[in-house]
């Protein structure tokens, strides 16, 4: 086998553009199922950014335990709904990043890249935000919080998954791309290296917004980069 490397992605704001929509409808189906009001949606605030740490940390702080297996199940089917719902009534609110569709085969064309995905979304509305947007998968490795509650985990999981699928031992050399300061972290935790994407690494020596052409040029010359 040759020697590869291993390009991760996050899936919302990094994949689709679903933050605004995916935030908004987790915090209403966690608020009506405890019947609370008021819930922080900054995310930021939180020990982990992830589907499963946003509402271990709010069942703590409203209802001083964590959520039962059976809770957990019932919220992410709720959501998992609501979302599907709310994505067929107004087909905007899961819309794939322009290029985002085709940038799996990009990086596989460049030949020796491979590509996982690495959510802190439960499997069930990832899946759902990836086939709304139809963005294909179906070869793709995938972690999510139903796998592990801290990114760094979700992210292990992942490279763990496409070692065993793809047949090799190791990789060279390991991009994590994603939108949240969380992802920079969980990235900078692993001693990996990171992609951001959205306005809040404009400024980032690599920071990209979408995977339309100049973004292109720049994702090539990062993943081509062999020092």
């Not at 297996?69 to 709904?81: A, R, W, Y």
């Not at 609501?82 to 905007?92: M, R």
């Not at 959510?119 to 139903?146: F, N």
């Not at 509650?149 to 050399?173: A, D, M």
Request: net charge negative; proline share 3%.
């Amino acid at each position: 086998m040759g020697e590869f490397n291993l390009a991760i992605f996050d899936i919302d704001g990094t994949l689709t553009q679903t933050c605004t929509s995916d935030t908004a409808i987790y915090a209403d189906v966690v608020a009506n199922y405890l019947n609370i009001t008021g819930i922080d949606t900054d995310w930021n605030n939180y020990s982990f950014s992830t589907d499963l740490g946003l509402l271990t940390e709010i069942f703590a702080n409203y209802q001083q335990r964590e959520p039962t297996i059976k809770e957990i199940n019932l919220i992410q089917t709720q959501f998992t709904e609501t979302l599907g719902f709310q994505f067929a009534t107004d087909p905007t609110l899961c819309q794939p990043l322009p290029g985002a569709t085709e940038i799996f085969s990009y990086i596989k064309e460049l030949g020796n890249w491979h590509v996982g995905i690495a959510t802190g979304s439960w499997r069930l509305p990832a899946m759902l935000k990836l086939e709304t947007a139809q963005i294909s998968h179906d070869c793709i490795p995938t972690s999510s919080c139903d796998d592990h509650i801290q990114r760094t985990g979700i992210i292990q999981k992942t490279i763990e998954r496409c070692l065993q699928f793809y047949g090799i031992t190791n990789y060279l050399r390991i991009i994590y791309i994603g939108d949240g300061l969380w992802d920079k972290k969980a990235a900078d935790e692993l001693q990996i290296e990171f992609i951001g994407i959205g306005q809040l690494f404009s400024n980032h020596g690599r920071g990209i917004t979408d995977y339309t052409d100049k973004n292109l040029a720049l994702i090539r010359a990062i993943l081509c980069d062999s020092t």
